[in-house]
């Protein structure tokens, strides 16, 4: 019986694939039968050889270098059927003092980027007629916290590419969506975590009561990169345990 969520075989590139959720995805992916390709500025430790799993060292701010790795993929495997654009850093700082160099930064590492990523992998989704574009959003995107406007302003950027070019590249077949975490347990939110007064507060702000485990995105993020969401596109899928609905 045909399975709509599979990903066997599809060609899959994740940028920031060497920690937290680029890493936690990219390992996953690849045991689901996807080959994947997981970029970053530096190597994993944890780098074990895997036939479906490809680390390559690129700062997808380096524009030439990542279309050199595009071709190197099309050559090899003839396609590229889902970017996901994940990589993304924090600079934190109260806003009234926040230097610019840090927003510049912020902003063409999480922002600039993926729309470059997403225009260079363009000609060959189009060629295909098909191809599928995961925007590594967060509830940041639509909601406001304290001193970290760089970030905050990235992810609502990009909240707002992916449904820009869901319009224009539609008639292509191809998707854009985001994905959209709240508060969950990784290298970025450690110092939060390991405080228990915010923990609890974050925890408190979920209907789960509960932060986020990595495991709990694998779903949501093969069901954007597989069949069963041929017709979604344009759209935030928030993995926040209800923080964004919650009320009283």
């Known amino acids: ?10 060609i899959i590139i994740i940028t920031g694939g060497s920690r937290g959720i680029g890493f936690y995805l990219a390992t996953e992916l690849s045991k689901q039968g996807a080959i994947v390709y997981a970029l970053s500025r530096t190597l994993p430790k944890n780098n074990k050889k895997d036939a479906n ?7 997808i701010t380096n524009k030439k270098k990542f279309q050199l790795i595009c071709r190197n993929i099309i050559k090899k495997n003839s396609r590229i059927d889902v970017l996901v654009n994940n990589a993304g850093i924090s600079s934190p700082s109260n806003s009234e003092i926040y230097d610019e160099k840090d927003w510049l930064k912020t902003i063409q590492t999480n922002l600039t980027s993926s729309f470059t990523c997403s225009q260079i992998v363009l000609p060959y989704m189009k060629k295909q007629k098909q191809g599928s ?7 940041n995107s639509i909601l406001a916290f304290p001193n970290n406007p760089a970030y905050i302003a990235s992810k609502g950027g990009t909240r707002m590419l992916t449904k820009s070019l869901a319009k224009d590249w539609g008639k292509y077949g191809i998707r854009v969506n985001n994905l959209a975490p709240g508060y969950f347990i990784t290298d970025m939110n450690k110092k939060t975590y390991s405080n228990k007064k915010t923990r609890v507060s974050r925890a408190e702000k979920t209907m789960l009561k509960r932060w986020g485990k990595l495991s709990d995105l694998l779903g949501p993020c093969l069901f954007l990169a597989s069949d069963a969401s041929e017709y979604v596109t344009g759209t935030d899928l928030f993995v926040d345990g209800g923080w964004i609905s919650n009320g009283l």
Request: net charge neutral; aromatic share 12%.
């Open 1 to 10: 019986m045909y399975n709509t969520f599979s990903i066997e075989n599809k």
């Open 53 to 59: 799993l490809n680390f390559i060292k690129c700062d």
């Open 133 to 139: 574009i995961i925007n590594v959003t967060s509830i």
